[in-house]
């Protein structure tokens, strides 16, 4: 997407056209997370994870992370939430959903949040250290776009924390096979007569049992959301060798169904 802001510009390696369409996509799916946000933060579960040091998403610890730190597409701000309670200060959060960057206002305390654009934030080149963008890209119309919009405000020697969906996994398949029978029943408004079912789907799919708010949550960015979009492994490979990057080590989450990279500029 071609965006003037400032003295940069970011482009849409996709379709080199005037994107007007790409704007509709976004519009949508800014609407869309404004009316179904996406999960909030686990506190209980963020502690465990301090505690243990977890790797976060398989590659990176958390002592590792170094400021600024800036999350693109931030959501409620539970990744954010971690990171501060992991002792972090300099972090930015950027979100297309103004009710999503509300909520995360309600968790976070040192990290300054913002709504703004996957495809054209306002920061300028080489800005921070770490760049997270986690299940963003493939919910826009341009992930190609995203990725370099990470490239671009990603310091030199920095990190970039990059995860997308995989195509021909669980969650492609099960989007293809479900996704518009899933928008029919929540069209028709008898979706709670499904909340049993949806449940124990999500207990095959991902492991736990979801509450109501949860179910919702999941149900929505999971086939509801206006734009998804799946890549393989090759895909993202050539995106970081097209930009001159180094990949310096991937993983997976999500029963393999999201992709973890992390990459040096
Ligand atoms: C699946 S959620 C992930 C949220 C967060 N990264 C996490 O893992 O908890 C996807 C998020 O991407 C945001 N999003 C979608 N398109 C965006 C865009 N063009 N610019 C910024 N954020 C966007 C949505 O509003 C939503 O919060």
């Keep these: 997407m071609e965006r003037k802001t400032g003295n940069w510009k970011v482009l849409c390696t996709e379709c080199y056209n005037e994107p007007i369409s790409h704007k509709t996509e976004v519009m949508k799916e800014m609407i869309f997370r404004d009316k179904y946000p996406f999960i909030e933060p686990d506190i209980e579960a963020n502690k465990r994870f301090i505690q243990n040091n977890e790797l976060f998403l398989g590659l990176l610890h958390l002592k590792e992370f170094k400021e600024p730190i ?3 597409g931030c959501g409620t701000g539970k990744y954010l939430k971690l990171l501060e309670m992991s002792g972090k200060k300099k972090i930015v959060g950027i979100d297309i959903s103004k009710n999503e960057i509300g909520i995360a206002k309600k968790y976070l305390k040192y990290s300054k949040l913002e709504q703004g654009n996957a495809l054209g934030s306002r920061f300028k080149h080489n800005s921070f250290e770490i760049v997270m963008c986690c299940g963003v890209a493939h919910h826009t119309p341009s992930p190609r776009g995203v990725f ?8 030199y020697n920095g990190r970039i924390v990059f995860a997308i969906y995989r195509k021909h996994s669980l969650y492609y398949w099960d989007y293809l096979l479900f996704n518009r029978i899933v928008k029919l029943i929540f069209k028709m408004k008898i979706e709670k007569i499904f909340y049993p079912l949806l449940k124990l789907w999500f207990l095959f799919l991902d492991g736990n049992w ?3 708010k949860l179910l919702l949550s999941k ?5 509801l959301t206006p734009v998804v979009k799946f890549f393989s492994e090759e895909d993202i490979l050539w995106w970081i060798i097209e930009n001159d ?4 080590t991937k993983s997976s989450i999500c029963r393999d169904s999201v992709m973890t990279f992390l990459i040096e500029k």
């Design 148 to 155: 370099n919009e990470c490239v671009r405000i990603c310091k």
């Design 219 to 223: 149900t929505s960015d999971r086939y």
């Design 70 to 72: 800036i999350e693109i």
């Design 210 to 212: 979801a509450d109501n």
């Design 245 to 248: 990057l180094k990949l310096i």
